[in-house]
């Protein structure tokens, strides 16, 4: 049974080890994870080291490729615990470390120096990796947030009571002949230890997956936090703003209602459109924090898709009219669609109104609404520059702006209150644009808001 040589038994591990090492580094890798990789890292060119040192039979004499190859085995122990403490956050004991592998190197080349036989050696090496091994047990148990690092310790702490009959049936076991003859309890530990050697290290790799969904969640859980913080923000804010405006609005159309100074009447007017302007761009922000916290009153009740449409170019007929642009309706059929009139009534201004800003002067507005068995689809069209943005739709985000439009009045507020709105319905909304081409916007409901077509 040549394969039971000691030379084979240390190979096998070490083939295990490495492996699973290697893993555990490209895990942590992927999962960037910084604690614990150098000495994992370590650990794993150990492993390789000594499966080269192994196979290499011819050249380096016998003795001290076995020699070489337990110290690698315990420098792996060893870097595993370290990596284990660097992984909780805690400065590992590099001193401590380097003492007790250098003993371990002095004792097991002593025992070769005495031609102390197999059986003795084997002792040494289990009863050293048994206590290398309880080490990397107490760090495991050291913090229990993560389940695996439990499965893992429990894995090991079986490998250390494996280690410990091995040493005691080798100690048993006194001459070379008789060590190298195993006996079925010894080759029942030696699957064992080549068995528990890699589950506890998928345990260990279990334990770096677990750390990075904890790491995610709390990500997750703060970025919640955060935009609630914001959405809150943004309602006090626009709230806030929104009281004292009306105000101002209200005293500087009863200035200009009562005043006979043209003057005066002028100022405010100014003051009016200024008053009027920021009100509407609290309520974008009250409708943004609304989105955000999925907080959108409405009453749903049926609303006639051509009416709304209607009352959305009236409000902008004269936005239209000044910059000259020719405005087509299509309606083949007449749609009466489950939604909040407000709402479908902003969708409609802050998509036209952006045909009517961005949109070429002298140019035209194409609406056109259509109907299937997917629902139904408003569309407007515009032959205007375009959207100079590899994915027009990034414009959907709050407060993104296309390239070029810096000197257009804006907030970047309207197309992410057209998206929420569409969501709200259970719809979407979509943009399709090209430099020189124009854009296209589609909002789209599903069929269940669809009440009646005519």
Known sequence: MAFLDPRSIVLV???????????LYTTMRRQRETGGLP???AAALC???????????????DVLSIWLANVLIQAIHLLLWLGVIAFDGRLPPHRRAAQLLAAFALAFGALYAAGAGLAARATFASLSSAAFCAMVVRALLADRTLPSRGYA???????????????????????NEEFLAPTD???LLLLLQVLLAPLWMVALLAMVGERAQQRLAAALAEQRRASEAKSE??????????????????FAELIRDRTADEKVREQARHIVVAAEHMIALSDELLDLARIEAGRLDGEKRPVSVEAVVHEALAMLR???????MRVALATPARVTLMADPRQLRQMLLNVLGNAAKFGREGGHVDISLATG??????????????IDLPDPNALFEPFARGAGNDGIEGTGLGLPIVKGFAEAHGGSARIESAPGKGTRVTLHFPPDRVLRQA
Not at 47 to 61: D, K, P, S, T
């Open 373 to 386: 068995p997917d629902g139904i689809a408003i569309t407007v069209a515009d032959d205007g520059a375009g």
């Open 153 to 175: 310790a429990m894995l090991l702490g079986a490998l250390v009571a494996v280690f410990l009959a091995r040493a005691a049936s080798a100690h048993m076991m006194p001459t």
């Open 318 to 324: 004269e936005t239209f009219e000044r910059r000259r």
């Open 47 to 61: 492993g390789i080291a000594g499966i080269v040192l192994l196979l290499a039979r011819g050249a380096v004499a």
């Open 39 to 41: 000495y994992w890292t």
């Open 185 to 187: 309890f010894q080759l």
């Open 13 to 23: 591990l070490l083939v295990v080890i490495a492996g699973l090492t290697v893993q």
């Open 233 to 250: 923000f943004l309602r006090r804010l626009a709230h806030e703003v929104r009281t004292p405006l009306g105000a101002v609005s209200g």
